[in-house]
């Protein structure tokens, strides 16, 4: 069975800090386990920052942040050579990509150019500066966040980058018990990012990568594939879907699944798994027909309509 202690553990000590958003940390460690990276979309003051800042401090990693301009260079992210006069020769400035969490914050306010020095990166998980590979760290995972309400100035990314995100993750107002907790909380003396530095580490980055193998061991029964394929294939086939589910979606649903199995402790898939994660994992790719939207259907209406059309396997 695989070891769902220090996941548990991890969401129960994040909880205590980012208030009210105990499904939104859950969903953030199955990508974490899964090894997916994560679009963030909210309004400002939600915690977006903080909940990233909050994880790397929990799971000792090291943790870089670039806030994204329109100004921001491709060199900015990757690093660039620089001529040093001492010793006669290029020597290579590495740029924050070199880490094991990377927070972009606001994406969408860099131009394309920009946004795509990350592709190879997330998808190979190296990059290369003047012709030379170099490989990033092992637990490489990037979080990036973007603001649901402004649009003026910003560059929407395309759907080839946004594919290669696992979640998109959507953060919304805290219940009001919640939201009462953190005044409280304030009011004794409790400031989010001075009291970051108080934080103990509770796992290293080699627990985690641990727990990606253990995740990688789930078993999964033939039913189980065959009702994902079906979920995906309706996502191509549906009426108010003008682009549905790529098989790099089939593929990352899977390790989803696994991953939120392994989260609740078991080693092996159920029905339950495929369906928790649907919505995270299709709402940023697949794409209304715009005869669709102007008769008011929603996305998450529409993930919900696809899986209540596909029979659970027993």
């Not at 580490?201 to 999964?220: F, G, H, M, N, P």
């Not at 089939?250 to 495929?274: F, I």
């Amino acid at each position: 069975m695989p070891n769902n202690s220090l996941p548990n553990n991890l969401s129960q000590k994040i909880d205590e800090i980012v208030i009210g958003q105990s499904s939104l940390i859950k969903q953030l460690l199955v990508a974490l386990l899964s090894g997916g990276h994560v679009i963030i979309e909210g309004v400002p003051g939600t915690g977006k920052t903080l909940l990233v800042k909050v994880l790397s401090k929990f799971i000792a990693a090291n943790f870089r942040r670039i806030q994204l301009t329109p100004d921001i260079l491709p060199s900015d992210i990757l690093g660039t050579n620089i001529f040093d006069l001492n010793s006669r020769d290029f020597i290579l400035k590495k740029g924050p990509i070199f880490t094991e969490i990377l927070l972009a914050d606001e994406i969408n306010r860099t131009p394309p150019k920009t946004q795509s020095a990350l592709l190879e990166a997330m998808e190979e998980q190296q990059i290369t500066l003047d012709g030379e590979t170099m490989l990033l760290p092992p637990l490489f995972w990037v979080i990036a966040t973007q603001n649901s309400l402004e649009f003026e100035g910003t560059y929407p990314l395309p759907e080839a980058q946004l594919d290669r995100f696992l979640f998109k993750l959507l953060v919304n107002y805290p219940v009001k018990d919640a939201e009462k907790q953190m005044l409280v909380n304030a009011q004794q003396g409790f400031k989010a990012n001075s009291d970051l530095n108080l934080i103990k580490s509770i796992a290293t980055v080699e627990d985690i990568l641990i727990l990606r193998k253990e995740v990688q061991q789930v078993q999964v029964e033939h039913n189980i594939l065959d009702y994902l394929l079906n979920l995906v294939e309706r996502t191509r086939q549906h009426p108010d879907l003008v682009l549905g589910a790529s098989p790099r979606s089939a593929v990352a649903w899977l390790n989803a699944s696994k991953a939120n199995a392994c989260l609740s402790g078991r080693d092996y898939v159920t029905p339950d798994d495929v369906k928790e994660v649907a919505a995270p994992l299709l709402r940023h790719r697949l794409i209304l027909k715009p005869e669709a939207q102007l008769d008011n259907v929603g996305i998450e209406e529409t993930i919900a309509s696809i899986l209540k059309q596909i029979s659970v396997p027993r």
